[in-house]
């Protein structure tokens, strides 16, 4: 096996090798190549210091990697079906790491128990829960209003989150005791980052 830089990859055979990697994923998952480019833009990817995995030259497993300043952060790990529970995450994740910088992040899920034990055996320690929710339906209208899009001076968000990931175009929406900035996609609605003084008005502008 051989681990190379990710940048000797166009962006769509890393795209094709990422979605290769996630077959079977927990959680459907499939990137396109304008996705991936949307990735490696707003969450700083730098793809000389991602790594590819080869087996016989075929492309086996990918990770990237996040670098601002002197924090790092593991922006996916992926490894063919036929490959894996042979090395091949380990080998990635080691390479990888040896040009990260000292303190390096990321997220699993806790259905991924191979994953898991893998972090925690490279020194990954738990820091805490992060959970995403979504919602479908109606809901009742509220009186929030548009304001001027600005970040909202939060501190310890995760990664895809924070102020450096913020799309290029997104509102802000607020009401009494509360803020949000989202982004529009068609009829799906992001929410990047929310600050409320309580349940009452979070609940309000959610």
Known sequence: MTIV??????LGELAALFNAGYEGYFVPLHVDEAALAYMVDAWDIELTRSRVALRDDEPVGIVNLGVRGNRGWIGGLGVVPSQRRNG????????V??????HVTLEVLEQNEPAIRLYEDL???RT?????????ADVPATEARSVEAQPLGQSGL???RADESLPGEFECIEVDGAAALI???GPRVGVAQLDARDEDAAAELL
């Open 123 to 125: 020194g990954f320690t």
């Open 97 to 102: 790491l040896a040009e990260a910088p000292s």
């Open 158 to 160: 995760p990664w895809q």
């Open 128 to 136: 805490r829960v992060l959970e995403i929710w979504s919602l479908t």
């Open 88 to 95: 091949v995450g380990r080998a990635l994740m080691e390479a």
């Open 183 to 185: 982004r529009v996609t």
């Open 5 to 10: 830089p990710a940048d000797r990859f166009e």
